[in-house]
């Protein structure tokens, strides 16, 4: 291959809808912090290995994000690109790179390119090595919304480009534990396209562990370079679209299978529930102890559903940026573009856009179930509470009439004790005065109960 590039492009998270203005994610300046890793180990540039000091978010070394506040060009550098120099290799050529870093909405993008020098240079399996394309992989970026890598050189009309594509591919992640297979096969300015997913066999939905792969050769001496330049600005933003969508279904398998979690306990507190006001007596307690526990389960429940429907308007709204853009390519390409692209957007996208919608309506009814859970609790632990309270309030009314009562009667008799003409009481005044006593306390006990039941369950009036 002649005219050889290699480009990674990779999108990073910098913030959320959770930060306030000015605030980033925990790990904003990852993937700046890796490219400079890469560029002190084993791609050696010296302006990779200075990049802190090219960028505007960085300031003495320290990562600076409130420096691009109010900046309204999309690059993080005063230039167009950067010229990170250029690294020797043992046959005599050299590999130019130059990097552009971008600031698209709320995510940190990077073009990172490859040359050969001179360009006419051939470039096959053994001579990518020196490229060193494994230093490019997920493992090293570690963008948290994915990356692509592709792969530009043109070749003699008689080359079998199907064989070299699958050459190429198998060769950038040698080494690894990524798996590519081909998922398209189709034309990008005149030339052939190759498109490959590499996943990782461990966390095969994890679209930072993904490597995007794109295979451009062209053999028909197409102007592919000239038409690649002026739709650049278009293919970055199209990219990162890309990204996003696979980046935010993936979000929200995941807080759909978070909010199906919460909900199967919820139906376990409902059966606890039953259970409780089956028994002869209601267990208050146990009341209690649920009523202090569904709020927060509610709360994460609405949480998680909340998160879908912010996840449903952002892939909405990257399937639109994602159309404009491939629109835009489609107009520089004479009308054409990969088949591919257009089933991801017609096709897949849609239904991706069409399952979170249905998660959302799945799940919103057992938002009502936990307020309804939760509101025919407090109802019955209220009720149980205020009739718990009423018969302690009876009790202690009917014992203190009756000891009350008691008291009084019993002071009385015993002060004109002396007077009873009784050979027993005479013979036994304690006894006696005691055994009164209890026999007027049961009396006003009795008495307190009659009025406590009129009190509270007075005759219906006819």
């Not at 009502?368 to 205020?386: A, H, K, M, P, Y």
Request: with cysteine; aromatic share 10%; charged share 20%.
């Amino acid at each position: 291959m002649k005219n050889f590039s290699l480009s990674l492009y990779a999108f990073h998270l910098r913030h959320t809808l959770t930060e306030l203005p000015g605030e980033v994610v925990t790990d904003a300046n990852l993937l700046w912090e890796n490219l400079v890793k890469v560029g002190e180990s084993s791609l050696t540039f010296v302006g990779l290995k200075d990049l802190r000091s090219k960028l505007i978010c960085y300031q003495n070394g320290e990562y600076e994000p409130k420096r691009e506040i109010g900046r309204i060009p999309e690059r993080l550098i005063d230039a167009q690109d950067l010229n990170l120099g250029s690294l020797p290799t043992p046959e005599g050529f050299k590999i130019n790179a130059n990097l552009q870093p971008f600031l698209l909405n709320d995510t940190y993008a990077v073009d990172l390119t490859l040359v050969s020098e001179p360009s006419d240079t051939p470039i096959d399996i053994p001579q990518l090595q020196h490229f060193k394309p494994s230093s490019l992989l997920p493992s090293h970026i570690q963008a948290s919304l994915g990356q692509t890598l592709s792969i530009y050189g043109e070749v003699d009309p008689t080359e079998d480009c199907d064989t070299l594509a699958e050459k190429l591919t198998i060769a950038l992640v040698a080494g690894t534990n990524l798996n590519p297979v081909r998922t398209q096969q189709g034309e990008l300015f005149g030339s052939l396209l190759f498109e490959y997913q590499a996943l990782d066999p461990d966390e095969p939905n994890n679209p930072a562990k993904q490597c995007h792969i794109l295979i451009v050769i062209n053999k028909s001496q197409a102007a592919t370079a000239i038409l690649a330049t002026e739709a650049y600005n278009w293919f970055i933003n199209f990219l990162c679209s890309y990204h996003k969508i696979l980046f935010i279904y993936q979000l929200a398998r995941q807080r759909y299978r978070d909010a199906r979690i919460i909900y199967s306990d919820l139906e376990n507190k409902i059966q606890k529930f039953n259970s409780l006001i089956s028994e002869n007596k209601t267990q208050l307690s146990g009341l209690k102890s649920l009523m202090r526990e569904i709020p927060q389960k509610n709360f994460d429940y609405t949480r998680c559903l909340q998160d879908l429907q912010t996840h449903h308007t952002a892939i909405t709204t990257n399937i639109t940026n994602y159309k404009i853009c491939l629109d835009k390519i489609q107009t520089i390409d004479s009308g054409n573009s990969p088949q591919s692209w257009q089933d991801f957007i017609n096709k897949d996208s849609k239904k991706w856009q069409e399952q979170i919608q249905t998660d959302i309506n799945y799940l919103t009814p057992g938002q009502e179930l936990f307020g309804q859970l939760v509101d025919t609790i407090r109802g019955i632990v209220e009720t149980e509470q205020t009739e718990r309270d009423r018969s302690l309030e009876n009790t202690i009314q009917v014992l203190g009439i009756g000891f009350g009562g008691g008291a009084i009667a019993s002071g009385v008799f015993t002060t004109h004790i002396d007077k009873i003409n009784l050979p027993i009481v005479q013979k036994h005044p304690l006894y006696a005065s005691l055994l009164l006593s209890v026999l007027f306390t049961f009396f006003f006990i009795g008495i307190g109960w009659l009025i406590t039941q009129r009190q509270y369950h007075p005759r219906d009036k006819k």
